[in-house]
């Protein structure tokens, strides 16, 4: 309905002041346009409008505008929306056919149905509605990137020189060569990194520093943007090149966290991207858990073997692993519904979306607790800071005057600062359309990353799309555990001088000396040890990486052996090395009283037999 009244100064909405759910959604207009809409209760204005029946005051809101005009119900509701920040939904009522009925439609059943509407209301957004913005989610989530980052740069920092180092197991510098020799002039296009540049022992260190220190200033809110693509470009560079040491989907998913986060502040559409990408990664650790077809999670078992077959359990898994079955196959139907069910939560109102927010953070808290997952536990809990608005994170000293101060852990400072950072700034066209633009194109390259597994479609294009962008790895596919490992093997390499005697070499966290208590190394991520695990899962030709580890034992390489606990040819390098096969298990609770073992295990065979120097320089590897 459009009339015409008397002109007035600014808009003005009249609206029932004896309704609940009215007076809920009044306060959310109020926050949305602030001191450009006059409020009023009809109970009180009704008076100043005389040819307005006071039946239409009570059947839906009206808004009197300066030029005359007299709106009513949706029409009215969304002209307060345009005024606000959302004018497409005014656009589509005016000019849209249809949309105008189907609104009007929509008003008068909610109308008609208030009370319920009140309690759906306070079940799903709270009263008052608060507008959402996402300040302090935008500045914790920087910091805790930048602690993130750091750690990943410090974990492999450490371990870099026997992994890609000139004496490591997989030299950046060879691949760099081996890369331009196969792909010529695409070579950077293929393998994205600043190893280009250089690829000298000095610059690996260089860049991993480098790495390290722009987390270091993301974590501190200094320079954050610049901290943000230069940590961007360095992990990538070390991802390319890392080889099988860098291809877990935790570093993938830091790469593409990382490069969401360049772009904050540039797009309102940035918590939706970050929701999207934890939505992701949850929902399809469910979807291929099923659709693999794998028996464990179908029969609800899974949970019986994984606490003693993941890669590396900590201390806790021992104790979770004696607990009775009854107890694991409810722990596997929780799994899948945690990851099938909650992350759908992620796209409900406020309430529903803080209880998912709950739920995941307390499912990656066990995960933690149970398994050595290096980083991504952190990263996981960090991407849950997009279903909490400010809203919930602070609230009115005054009812008067609004005024918001932060809760438990968020001085009034931190909260003034990141309000006046991300909420006051005001955005340029450019970026706006830069930080959209990016936004849709993910959108829409990752929206088949989740359609193509469920309804076995991608949208038309995004196939070719996500092959231009993956050497970037700014979209990615997820999914943990879509078979369940029943039994552990694990390879156990051991040298010898003669041939006749021979001693093993002793890994840092893995599952070697049975009497050695399970580690707690997360959120370092020991590379080898955890590879280590993967191999024992094929065989040696399907792992060149662990031959080309073999021979840096018998080259005597210190920087490979510091990535050992213990190497029983340290003064000097065995003539012999061979890797053999065995399957561990946990102990039960009278076998560990009695041996003080955490492990048990059975020789079950050869995995590499017995080489030599010689034996590779006839393979032409040395």
């Not at 792909?183 to 610059?203: E, H, I, M, Q």
Request: hydrophobic residues 50%; glycine residues 8%; aromatic residues 14%.
């Amino acid at each position: 309905m459009s009339s015409s009244v008397d002109a007035r100064e600014k808009p003005l909405m009249v609206f029932d002041g004896d309704c609940g759910f009215c007076r809920a959604w009044i306060e959310y207009w109020k926050d949305l346009t602030g001191e450009r809409v006059a409020y009023a209760p009809f109970q009180e204005a009704a008076a100043q409008f005389p040819n307005v029946p006071s039946e239409q005051f009570a059947e839906a809101v009206q808004i009197f505008l300066p030029d005359g005009q007299q709106r009513s119900g949706a029409h009215a509701a969304l002209t307060a929306r345009a005024i606000g920040d959302k004018t497409w939904l005014l656009s589509a009522y005016e000019r849209v056919p249809g949309f105008a009925a189907l609104a009007e439609a929509a008003y008068r059943t909610i109308a008609a149905h208030r009370s319920a509407a009140y309690t759906i209301t306070r079940l799903l957004w709270g009263v008052p509605v608060r507008r959402q913005s996402y300040a302090l989610a935008t500045e914790l989530f920087l910091r805790a990137l930048g602690i993130i980052y750091l750690i990943a740069f410090v974990s492999f920092g450490v371990q870099a020189s026997g992994l890609i180092g000139s004496n490591g197991i997989y030299p950046v510098a060879e691949t760099i060569v081996a890369v331009k020799r196969y792909y010529g002039d695409a070579a950077f296009r293929a393998l994205p990194s600043v190893f280009f540049l250089n690829s000298s022992d000095w610059f690996v260190a260089a860049v991993w520093i480098a790495g390290a220190a722009l987390g270091a200033l993301l974590m501190l809110g200094i320079a954050r943007r610049a901290a943000c693509v230069g940590a961007f470009v360095l992990y990538l560079s070390i991802s390319t090149t890392g080889q099988a040491f860098m291809s877990f989907q935790w570093d993938a998913l830091l790469l593409e966290a990382g490069f969401l986060a360049i772009f904050l502040g540039w797009s309102s559409l940035a918590p939706w991207m970050f929701r999207w990408l934890l939505f992701r990664l949850t929902f399809m650790s469910g979807v291929v858990k099923l659709a693999s077809g794998n028996p464990s999670w179908r029969a609800l078992t899974a949970m019986r073997y994984h606490h003693q077959t993941q890669p590396l359990p900590t201390p806790l898994a021992w104790y979770l692993h004696q607990l009775p079955a009854w107890f694991q196959s409810f722990s596997t139907a929780v799994v899948l519904a945690v990851e099938l069910g909650v992350p759908l939560l992620i796209w409900f109102p406020r309430r529903v979306r803080l209880l998912a927010a709950g739920i995941l953070i307390l499912f990656q808290v066990l995960i933690m607790l149970t398994g050595n997952y290096a980083f991504f536990n952190l990263l996981a809990i960090a991407l849950c800071l997009w279903l909490v608005d400010d809203a919930r994170l602070t609230k009115p000293t005054s009812a008067k005057t609004g005024q918001m101060w932060g809760t438990v852990g968020l001085p009034a400072r931190f909260v003034a600062r990141a309000r006046a950072r991300w909420l006051e700034r005001t955005k340029s066209v450019p970026r706006v359309a830069i930080g959209t633009g990016v936004a849709i194109l993910i959108l829409f390259v990752s929206i088949g990353e989740v359609t193509g597994p469920v309804l076995h479609w991608t949208p038309p294009g995004a196939d070719a799309a996500l092959g231009s962008l993956a050497p970037f790895e700014i979209v990615n596919s997820y999914g943990l555990f879509a078979v369940m490992t029943t039994t552990r093997v694990e390879i156990v390499i051991e040298g010898s001088s003669d041939g006749v005697t021979w001693q093993a070499y002793e890994f840092k966290y893995k599952p070697g000396d049975v009497k050695r208590r399970p580690a707690w190394v997360a959120p370092h991520q020991p590379r080898l040890d955890w590879q280590m695990w993967f191999a024992a899962l094929g065989n040696y030709e399907q792992n060149p990486w662990l031959l080309r580890f073999m021979l840096r034992l018998l080259q005597g390489s210190p920087e490979a052996a510091r990535l050992l606990a213990w190497d029983p040819f340290a003064k000097a390098p065995p003539v012999y090395v061979r890797a053999l096969v065995y399957e561990y298990s946990f102990t039960s609770w009278p076998e560990r009283r009695a041996t003080g073992a955490w492990w048990k295990r059975e020789y079950r065979g050869l995995y590499l037999p017995a080489l030599t120097r010689e034996d590779f320089a006839r393979a032409g590897m040395e």
